[in-house]
Nanobody, 117 residues
Framework: QVQLVESGGGLVQAGGSLRLSCAAS????????MGWFRQAPGKEREFIVG????????GYAESVKGRFSISRDNAKNTVYLQMNILKPEDTAVYYC??????????WGQGTQVTVSS
């Protein structure tokens, strides 16, 4: 089992920045591929980006390319999502997740990000 706890969400004005953190505990974290997702009201959950245990990133969503950046610190069992040039359409609940096998099976509780115009 992997337990995930997100933090760092909040209210920010358009053009601002936030850094989300996801602290992992439980089974070995460093070997899990991790990912960030988000879900806006009335919309399906959207995959943002993933990062392998070695730090290789995969699949930035077009909507965040050039503005968001994922990283991880295996020594701290933490994965980060740096979000810059935030837009009102980035408003959502942001979730981190850990893969088991090829699926994202472990999820955090989510952290709200609200971007005001």
């Amino acid at each position: 089992q992997v337990q995930l706890v997100e933090s760092g969400g909040g209210l920010v004005q358009a053009g601002g920045s936030l850094r989300l953190s996801c602290a992992a505990s439980g089974r070995t974290f460093s070997r899990n591929t991790m990912g960030w997702f988000r879900q806006a009201p009335g919309k399906e959950r959207e995959f943002i980006v993933g990062i392998s245990w070695s730090g290789v990133t995969t699949g930035y969503a077009e909507s965040v390319k050039g503005r968001f950046s994922i990283s991880r610190d295996n020594a701290k069992n933490t994965v980060y999502l740096q979000m810059n040039i935030l837009k009102p359409e980035d408003t959502a609940v942001y979730y981190c997740a850990a893969q088991s096998g090829d699926e994202y099976n472990y999820w955090g509780q989510g952290t709200q990000v609200t971007v005001s115009s």
